[in-house]
């Protein structure tokens, strides 16, 4: 069974770029997590879907952040424009049932220079 | 906010040395309580743990939750280098709040 997928593996854009990372989920998994780490802090949430729709948005830093999951398969989170601060690695999760265990995902390292 | 407090924050150790790793937490909707182990990208799944005092155990690995003591520990016995990572504890509240991680270096 394949395991999450992310893509690209690293990114490396200018201040004010977009970006767009994509994750695709254990196939079946209903729901599908995006956290980021940034240099030396700790794995924090961003947001939480179910199926196509948006359980829990409440990690999202600010509205330069747009995360999608249409039809309910794969994810992207579109940053538009980037900032310094955005630089860390963004992992994604994804799980069989709510509150239950998270696979996740190699990560996209982002590096906004 | 939740919050997650993993000790030590590295430890070094020679193989066939068994460490023990903590986790203590605060948070308002406890769901479960779940370990990783990162070595270079994806953290890998270890455990989840949902009621005190029942061992959870794989192979060499095992972990214990005290939900009176708002806590956990993560045993890995007769230590091996491949066992050189990132030890991740995260509280599930239907999201994860991570802790720093334990950095655990086995030398041979």
């Known amino acids: 069974e394949a395991g999450v997928t992310q893509f690209p593996s690293h990114s490396v854009i200018e201040k004010g770029q977009t970006v767009t990372l994509r994750c695709d989920p254990i196939s079946g998994h209903d729901n599908l997590y995006w956290y980021r780490r940034v240099m030396g802090k700790e794995i924090k949430f961003l947001l939480h879907f179910v199926k196509e729709s948006k359980q829990d948005e409440s990690g999202m830093p600010n509205n330069r952040f747009l995360a999608e999951r249409t039809g309910g398969t794969y994810s992207t989170l579109k940053v538009q424009p980037a900032e310094l601060e955005d630089s860390g690695v963004y992992f994604c999760a994804s799980s069989p049932r709510t509150a239950g265990e998270q696979y996740f995902g190699p990560g996209t390292r982002l590096t906004v220079t | 906010e939740d919050k997650v407090v993993q000790s030590p924050l590295s430890l070094v150790v020679h193989e066939g040395d068994t460490v023990t790793l903590n986790c203590s937490y605060e948070v308002t909707n406890f769901r479960s309580l779940l370990w990783y182990k990162q070595e270079k990208k994806a953290p890998t799944f270890l455990f989840m743990l949902t009621s005190s005092g029942i061992e959870k155990k794989s192979g060499r690995l095992s972990s214990i939750l005290d939900k009176k003591e708002l806590s956990s520990i993560l045993n890995i016995t007769a230590t091996q280098t491949g066992d050189s990572a990132i030890y991740l504890c995260?509280?599930?509240?239907?999201?994860?709040?991570f802790g720093a991680g334990t950095t655990v270096t086995v030398r041979a």
């Open positions: 995260a509280v599930n509240d239907y999201k994860l709040s």
